[in-house]
């Protein structure tokens, strides 16, 4: 029962007490309730007409990273004697100092402004609007509003950096780039041996196989190199990823798509994303440092979740990745995936799969037991068998233990394209 409602009970009350008695001691004691009713009611907060303002010292950090709030409070309207300002913490933020919740009084054209500091693990926070209340100093009446006060913060993931990616599509686009292109031009790997043809340097005559023509020159053809389109493959399915309430591997996976973008992008590529989980998260083909942008914003939001449609990677919408072109595919594997990894190969993309090992992340919280390691050793061996198979099927897999920072882990592994690899497409 709110306080007004309380004191018009007791006055009725009294009144009728009064009035039964026919005394007027009881009658006296309506005064003051009377009074500070009424005093309530003439001091009451008119209606709240307040400009907010919410401003952050960064919209885009790093995990971690401090990020100072400020609330500016501005009153439009007559004087509010008890203001509460409460701000609400989102999940994931961590308020290092400050308050997020204010109690200030205001003059009319009177102002307000506080700091408070947080930090958060990675995500896109997007804040909630301010929740004030307004009453009297008698704390009789109260009036309560929402104000919007939007920002966005933007907790970026982690982006080890690697050198190169080593990647070999089956066909690449028209810019010069890193990617070897299987076809004769300028470039600096021997690709074959042609005719001398007029304007050819003079230093690309092959002599010793001239020498064995005496009536034509033979030059020496080069390799070109050119930027091809390349899609990654984020798993983000609750299948692969959870082990536990609060255990997941899908953190880690989150940081190896942002090392592999950021060194794709770097090398020219025309890059693409696509979250695989509870829905379908797509970042549409781009190049350069605005594309690194997109897709790190993308990573930020991406959450794993469950779906019955998404269970498994026979869903994936092929189309979107352009024919014969490199998907990246990152993800933890489960037995079931490898049908849908060989179709991807058979449709004549090259895939390459980079997979957090769950076997070793699972065992660094569970118990030593005899037990568990028994059940260790079975699901290595499946494990270990899949990505084998994978490997049979022409699929580059680079197998991950994250107890190893990404970039140390397998820098050997993607920065050089394995030889039966190299060797796909060479000419006879």
């Avoid at 390799?223 to 609750?238: N, T």
């Avoid at 494990?383 to 699929?395: D, E, M, P, Y």
Wanted: proline content about 6%.
């Amino acid at each position: 029962m709110n306080r007004p409602l309380f004191l018009a009970l007791n006055l009725y009350l009294l009144l009728l007490a009064g009035l039964a008695t026919v005394s007027g001691d009881v009658l006296a004691l309506l005064a003051p309730l009377a009074l500070y009713l009424l005093a309530g009611f003439w001091r009451a907060p008119a209606e709240i007409k307040l400009h907010v303002r919410r401003s952050l010292s960064a919209e885009r950090v790093s995990p971690h990273q401090n990020v100072d709030v400020t609330i500016e409070i501005t009153n439009r309207g007559a004087s509010i004697e008890e203001l509460t300002v409460l701000d609400d913490l989102l999940l994931g933020l961590t308020l290092l100092e400050g308050e997020t919740r204010h109690l200030i009084r205001l003059a009319p054209n009177g102002s307000a402004s506080w700091t408070y500091t947080v930090s958060g693990l990675r995500g896109d926070y997007q804040f909630s609007p301010l929740r004030v209340s307004a009453r009297d100093s008698l704390g009789l009446l109260q009036r309560t509003e929402t104000l919007p006060a939007p920002a966005r913060l933007i907790v970026l993931p982690f982006v080890p950096r690697l050198k190169q990616v080593s990647i070999r599509p089956r066909r690449t686009r028209v810019y010069a780039g890193e990617i070897p292109a299987r076809v004769g031009g300028s470039g600096v790997d021997f690709f074959g041996v042609r005719e001398y043809q007029t304007g050819d340097s003079p230093r690309r005559i092959n002599w010793h196989i001239s020498a064995r023509h005496p009536n034509n020159l033979y030059a020496n053809e080069f390799e070109q190199e050119r930027v091809a389109d390349v899609g990654i493959l984020l798993d983000g399915r609750d299948r692969s990823n959870r082990f536990g309430v609060d255990k997941s591997l899908f953190e880690h996976s989150v940081i190896a798509c942002a090392a592999i973008s950021d060194a794709l992008i770097t090398q020219g590529n025309r890059l693409a994303l696509l979250v695989y989980g509870q829905y379908l998260q797509w970042t549409i083909p781009g190049y350069g440092k605005v594309q690194r942008e997109r897709i790190l914003q993308a990573l930020a939001a991406a959450r794993p979740g469950g779906s019955e449609v998404f269970a498994s990677l026979a869903h994936l919408p092929t189309r979107l990745f352009p024919v014969h072109s490199q998907i990246v595919v990152v993800s933890p594997l489960v037995p079931g995936d490898y049908g849908a990894l060989v179709g991807l190969r058979s449709r004549g993309y090259q895939v390459t799969v980079v997979s957090p090992d769950p076997v070793s992340f699972e065992l660094s919280y569970l118990p030593a037991t005899s037990e568990v390691e028994t059940a260790a050793r079975i699901v290595r061996l499946e494990r270990g068998l899949l990505l084998r198979r994978l490997q049979g099927a022409g699929i580059q897999t680079v197998d991950w233990d994250v107890e190893q920072p990404f970039d140390a882990a397998v820098r050997a592994a993607l920065g050089r394209t394995p030889q039966w690899l190299r060797s796909i497409g060479r000419p006879a």
